[in-house]
DNA sequence: CCCTGATTCGC
DNA sequence: GCGAATCAGG
């Protein structure tokens, strides 16, 4: 019938409980033309099961600092699917000056207020101003640098569990800041999140904007 | 020109 | 919900 064919190689591994749900089976992949881009017959291209490991991982990267490009290079998907699917989840945009004032720093948040336009043409341009969290966070950059840096198995009941792998990695040798926890005693905030003192800010700030 | 992220839009 | 296309800025 309509589409027998091609078995998707989707693994993209899932250890979790549950990770694919029916509807990732029925959506299957196919519709030949997925994209614009793909009009005619192009290849298939198989669309990534947003796993919650990806997203998980997408999201604690793009925390990081690591850009969109690298985090798609490291899930093994596109720049925009990963821009897209981050999005989508409500996870704002960090886009921390620690990175590189090169490249790429754009982060005037704040919607276009006038969607409106056909896409094609020019679009709104608007500036607000950035949110106090994100010059907060971006203040506290320095702590990034001197976390301990270690892999998960090492990480004590205590130990910061930010992700702090600067780096390209795998999902499995990602490595976490490592400092102590703020919560035992911090006497300003206590979360339960395993997070050091600098790092359960920026989550709260995160959360914060968006508690996806 | 490169890079970046954001949004729009078809599927 | 997904991703490409497009836009917009550094």
Same mark, same amino acid.
């Given at each position: 019938?309509?589409?027998?064919?091609?078995?998707?190689?989707?693994?993209?591994?899932?250890?979790?409980?549950?990770?694919?749900?029916?509807?990732?089976?029925?959506?299957?992949?196919?519709?030949?033309?997925?994209?614009?881009?793909?009009?005619?017959?192009?290849?298939?291209?198989?669309?990534?099961?947003?796993?919650?490991?990806?997203?998980?991982?997408?999201?604690?990267?793009?925390?990081?600092?690591?850009?969109?490009?690298?985090?798609?290079?490291?899930?093994?998907?596109?720049?925009?699917?990963?821009?897209?699917?981050?999005?989508?989840?409500?996870?704002?945009?960090?886009?921390?000056?620690?990175?590189?004032?090169?490249?790429?720093?754009?982060?005037?948040? +704040?919607?276009?207020?006038?969607?409106?336009?056909?896409?094609?043409?020019?679009?709104?341009?608007?500036?607000?101003?950035?949110?106090?969290?994100?010059?907060?966070?971006?203040? +506290?950059?320095?702590?990034?640098?001197?976390?301990?840096?270690?892999?998960?198995?090492?990480?004590?009941?205590?130990?910061?569990?930010?992700?702090?792998?600067?780096?390209?990695?795998?999902?499995?040798?990602?490595?976490?800041?490592?400092?102590?926890v703020a919560d035992r005693d911090a006497g300003e905030l206590k979360l339960n999140r395993?997070y050091?003192a600098?790092?359960a800010a920026?989550a709260r700030a995160?959360d914060g904007?968006?508690?996806?």
């Amino acid at each position: 019938m309509s589409r027998p064919v091609l078995q998707p190689f989707r693994r993209w591994i899932v250890m979790s409980t549950r990770s694919i749900s029916p509807a990732a089976s029925a959506r299957s992949i196919l519709s030949p033309t997925g994209c614009p881009a793909a009009s005619s017959s192009e290849a298939v291209r198989a669309m990534v099961d947003w796993t919650s490991s990806m997203a998980e991982t997408a999201r604690d990267l793009r925390r990081e600092g690591m850009s969109c490009g690298l985090i798609a290079q490291r899930l093994g998907v596109s720049r925009n699917a990963v821009i897209g699917k981050l999005n989508r989840m409500g996870v704002p945009s960090p886009r921390e000056p620690g990175g590189h004032g090169g490249p790429g720093t754009r982060i005037q948040l +704040g919607k276009r207020e006038a969607p409106e336009t056909p896409r094609g043409p020019k679009a709104v341009k608007l500036k607000d101003d950035l949110a106090p969290a994100v010059k907060a966070s971006a203040a +506290g950059l320095d702590a990034e640098r001197l976390a301990k840096d270690i892999s998960l198995a090492q990480l004590g009941g205590f130990a910061c569990h930010f992700p702090v792998s600067g780096h390209q990695v795998a999902a499995d040798e990602h490595r976490f800041c490592g400092l102590p926890v703020a919560d035992r005693d911090a006497g300003e905030l206590k979360l339960n999140r395993p997070y050091c003192a600098h790092h359960a800010a920026r989550a709260r700030a995160r959360d914060g904007q968006a508690g996806a």
